[in-house]
């Protein structure tokens, strides 16, 4: 199947959900690695509202880990600071990151199993296969 | 007097040929939009961050609340089916939203950190036998109706996830039939901690479809 349209990406923000620990033998599963092949980043409106509503949702490790393995933490420091509510200036490096680095190709690496999980046209893989489960 | 109002999305860049692989939205994908637009005064209140719909198909469900929530959600689709991934992908962009799509089965890539505010489900429901429920993958649009052993056999593998995925204040809505047998789903539910509620039915050439809406017992509505 072929679509007419532009693909959308992958954010960092759902790398920050993604867990491999359903597979057999792994426990954890999580952070999973980033291998990038191809990144975009893009501006997108940003809501503060929203971004410090998602951050109590957020593994902060990480998501500074995986910003940083793909090279684009910025200057997004690597502790969650207190009272960031108010801060719009450390609001918006925190969008750039959840929202703004896209990852359009590329594979997701479970950390205890080296299990990969290709990305492709912005889509994440995450399907096992039956015998490992 | 404010429009409470989710608009169907445009779906013109999906044609015949993509639903030989794609759920063609249906009466149950439109009574679950109803269903939703019905609650829409309370999903505002409850002003959703994240939320997640399981089995997108089309992605029709998705971007109607990714339109209509606007800016303060951030909206994941996850569908087992691949070419279900890209149409909803397709249709977000289409219509100007934004949804990230994960390829997967039900909830289970995700952390189970009660993270989710609002999650929606339009599952496979009808009666199969169990053998079609795991198709071939040459036969995705199997998956999107087979719902093996009185229909039930995909959502009975949701719910026990619930508990970890939903936040405390997080509501979920489901699309059934009457053949799922929806008094034995509301105990299976309760059991797990969650009240449910039929909120929308409706009878379509021979199937009775219900909506759910369901959230933790210790969540009072309102
Ligand atoms: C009845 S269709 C609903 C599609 C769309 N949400 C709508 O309302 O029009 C069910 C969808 O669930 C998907 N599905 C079936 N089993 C699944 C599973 N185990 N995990 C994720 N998605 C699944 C199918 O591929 C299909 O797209």
Known sequence: MVFRCAVHNMKLLTHNMLTSKCMKGVTVGYPLGIVAKDIKVSETEFNSEFVSRIIPKLDWNALWKAADSIGHSGDLPQQLMEDYENNEEFLKKVHHVLLEVEIINGELVCPESGRKFPISQGIPNMLLNEDEL | ?222
């Open chain 2, 1 to 222: 007097m404010p429009s409470f109002k989710i608009e169907t999305p445009s779906l013109s860049h999906l044609s015949h040929e993509d639903y030989i692989n794609v759920y063609e939205p249906a009466e149950d994908s439109f009574l679950l939009l109803d269903a939703l637009e019905d609650d829409l005064e309370l999903l505002q209140q409850r002003r959703p961050v994240l939320c997640l719909e399981v089995g997108s198909g089309s992605g029709v469900v998705t971007t109607a609340i990714a339109r209509t929530l606007g800016a303060e959600v951030f909206c994941l689709a996850i569908d087992i089916n691949q070419a279900a991934c890209s149409a909803t992908n397709c249709t977000a962009k289409e219509n100007g939203v934004k949804v990230d799509v994960i390829n997967g089965d039900l909830v289970t890539p995700l952390r189970g950190v009660c993270a989710v505010d609002l999650l929606v489900f339009n599952p496979p429901y009808v009666p199969t036998p169990h053998c079609e429920v795991i198709t071939s993958l040459e036969e995705p649009l199997t998956r999107a109706w087979a719902g093996g052993e009185r229909g039930r056999e995909v959502m009975d593998r949701l719910f026990p996830l619930l508990p970890e995925v939903l936040a405390p204040q997080g509501l979920f809505y489901m699309v059934a039939i009457e053949n799922n047998d929806v008094p034995q789903i509301r105990e299976v539910l309760s059991a797990l901690g969650f009240q449910s509620h039929v909120v929308k039915q409706r009878r379509v050439r021979g199937e009775h479809l219900v909506v759910l809406r369901c959230q933790k017992h210790s969540d009072s509505l309102e």
